[in-house]
């Protein structure tokens, strides 16, 4: 278990991260963000994104009950929804290699169970997470920027793009909406947005 204030107080000091996986996760996971309503986790196979909504109940309360009594009794009856999706990579490397980049202060620490082997200590907090090769001569960049969710390919010189391929998994429906790519969950719609190309770090295509 992680001590919630701690974590809490980890959050607004590194303002977003991605977490590492040091056994305490499948081993297909390599990091995990979590921001609101949102856990992304990257894998060995592309990203699993899965949407939540905590859906509140309405009690029949009484108006002298106290504050802390109310939130309990809140919480303790609310539903949790969720929806995943999955971005999932297409004749990719089964195995590439992963690194954090832009290590944020502070670390994790997971108990779970009884069970040493499942303990974590000391886990890694990143600003960026890259996944290696997972084309030839092709790496996964993800990051944050304007507090969301963004990733990039990026491909060296003399390998091809083509290679790339991904199928969206578990959305209610895809389609693409002049540059943007949206697919539809139980929640609403989500747009994969502003395209960009880069060449030699500098955009030379934007997407609206």
Do not use: M
């Not at 303790?76 to 832009?102: I, K, M, T």
């Not at 880069?198 to 997407?207: K, L, N, P, S, T």
């Amino acid at each position: 278990a992680q001590d919630a204030a701690a974590n809490a107080a980890l959050s607004k000091v590194n303002r977003g991260f991605f977490i590492e996986n040091k056994g305490q996760w499948h081993p297909d996971v390599l990091y995990l963000y979590r921001g609101p309503g949102l856990d992304a986790w990257v894998t060995r196979y592309g990203l699993n994104l899965t949407f939540i909504k905590v859906e509140k109940p309405t009690l029949p309360l009484s108006p002298e009950l106290p504050p802390h009594e109310r939130e309990r009794l809140e919480r303790e009856h609310s539903l949790l929804l969720g929806h995943r999706v999955l971005v999932e990579l297409e004749g990719a490397n089964p195995a590439p290699l992963s690194e954090g980049l832009d290590k944020k202060p502070g670390c994790y620490n997971y108990f779970i169970g009884n069970d040493p082997s499942k303990h974590a200590s000391f886990v890694g907090l990143y600003g960026e997470a890259q996944v290696k090769e997972v084309y030839p001569g092709i790496s996964l960049r993800y990051y944050l920027e304007g507090g969301r969710l963004r990733y990039d390919y990026l491909v060296a010189p003399g390998a091809d793009p083509s290679q790339i391929r991904f199928r969206l998994r578990g959305a209610d429906k895809v389609e693409v909406r002049g540059q943007k790519l949206v697919f539809t969950t139980r929640f609403g719609s989500v747009e994969l947005c502003e395209l960009r190309a880069y060449q030699g770090g500098a955009a030379c295509q934007r997407g609206s």
